[in-house]
């Protein structure tokens, strides 16, 4: 089992920056692929992207349009989301999760071990 904390959210203005970080206990993070979700207040957790345990190969939700950048440090178990040219629909709690199923990379039921999450809110 694993356990997951993320960090790194906060108050920012349309156009801003967060990195948001998530710390994995134990030993095997390295053989996770992990991914980043989020949740906005009375909306359903959506899928944010994908990065697998090497880190070599990303996938993004289309509305990330290439604001955000998943990346990892195994020598560190810590994932990242860098967030860039935040808008006020990012406003969100985000997640991460390790994948467990390979059904697909982008449904939540494919994964399991959730943080607790970090509040992200973006003001116009």
């Known amino acids: 089992q694993v356990q997951l904390v993320e960090s790194g959210g906060g108050l920012v203005h349309t156009g801003g920056s967060l990195r948001l970080s998530c710390a994995a206990s134990g030993r095997t993070f390295s053989t996770y692929d992990m991914g980043w979700f989020r949740q906005a207040p009375g909306k359903e957790r959506e899928f944010v992207g994908f990065?697998?345990?090497?880190?070599?190969?990303?996938n993004y939700a289309d509305f990330v349009k290439g604001r955000f950048t998943i990346s990892r440090d195994n020598t560190k178990n810590t994932l990242y989301l860098q967030m860039d040219s935040l808008e006020p629909d990012d406003t969100a709690v985000y997640y991460c999760a390790v994948r467990v199923s390979r059904v697909t990379y982008s449904n939540v039921r494919d994964y399991r071990y959730w943080g607790q999450g970090t509040q992200v809110t973006v003001s116009s």
């Open positions: 990065i697998t345990r090497s880190g070599g190969f990303t």
